[in-house]
């Protein structure tokens, strides 16, 4: 079984930043692929960027160039870099890792307001 703890949600104004962070423990494995999900109110959960064992990444259109995931395979955590938000980037985000299965984080609440 994997655990995964997210952390660095917060309240920030339109045009700031902030970063998750989100760690596995537990049977884990060197292959993987980890990534973000967000759901926004009254919206479907979306992918919004993933990151493999590699270093593989993918983006949503809706965030290409504001957001960047990096990993730290040593320390088995994901970050995510949010630059630029804007208030529809408002939403809880999950963070997910799928190695022998699929796994997820409790996720952390990101608002984007003045």
């Known amino acids: 079984q994997v655990q995964l703890v997210e952390s660095g949600g917060g309240l920030v104004q339109p045009g700031g930043s902030l970063r998750l962070s989100c760690t596995a423990s537990g049977s884990i494995s060197g292959l993987f692929a980890m990534g973000w999900y967000r759901r926004a109110p009254g919206k479907q959960r979306e992918q919004v960027a993933t990151?493999?064992?590699?270093?593989?990444?993918n983006y949503a259109d809706s965030v290409k160039g504001r957001f960047t995931i990096s990993s730290d395979n040593a320390k088995n955590t994901i970050y995510l870099q949010m630059n630029n938000l804007k208030p529809e980037d408002t939403a809880v985000y999950y963070c997910h890792r799928y190695d022998s299965g699929d796994s997820w984080g409790q996720g952390t609440q990101v608002t984007v307001s003045s």
């Open positions: 990151i493999t064992s590699v270093g593989s990444t």
